[in-house]
């Protein structure tokens, strides 16, 4: 054996060596990349469902809110006690409403972060659900807003 082939065998084996490095760097990378992209459309997923989630409490609190107002309006001309008693319950009502709020506006602005190409169709329906008539009368409005942004969200997570 001469140091020819000596030399030979010993680049064939460096090249071997690297290559397999470079081969487990470039496949290290595309696990890294699918990975963050995994947790990216995980991330989309939770803050679509929040936003839908936190629109309907929004709409339920305001809901709420709104009739214990009309109560209360009602309730002037039928003395002091009641009065204070639905006075009570609207302020109870508009406490309640401050968590929707602020769990909406966060939602929203995970939506604007995460997902800007479905940010008008979420606004749309943000703004549907805090709109809140008694009786309700832009129950089609909403609904149809809902659905807007619903496949809005769909179609950027696919």
């Known amino acids: 054996m001469d140091w020819s082939q000596i ?13 397999k490095g470079v081969v ?21 997923i939770q803050a679509s469902a929040d936003f839908m989630g936190a629109a309907e409490r929004l709409w339920r609190a305001e809901s709420g809110r709104m009739t214990a ?3 209360l309006d009602n309730s002037r001309g039928q003395g002091d006690a009641v009065y204070q008693q ?3 319950k609207y302020n109870e009502a508009v406490e309640a409403t ?4 602020a769990d909406g506006h966060t939602a929203l602005s995970t939506v604007r972060l995460l997902m800007p190409e479905a940010t008008s169709e ?15 009368k832009k129950r089609n409005v909403r ?16």
């Open 7 to 19: 030399g030979a065998g010993l680049v064939g084996v460096i090249v071997g060596i690297v290559a």
């Open 24 to 44: 487990d760097w470039l496949r290290e990378g595309r696990r890294q990349k699918h990975e963050r992209e995994m947790r990216l459309l995980d991330r989309k």
């Open 69 to 71: 107002a009309y109560s």
């Open 86 to 88: 639905f006075l009570g």
């Open 98 to 101: 401050k968590s929707p709020w």
């Open 122 to 136: 979420c606004d749309a329906y943000f703004e549907a659900c805090k709109d809140v008539d008694f009786p309700d």
């Open 143 to 158: 609904e149809v807003a809902r659905t807007k942004a619903e496949q809005a969200l769909r179609a950027v997570l696919k």
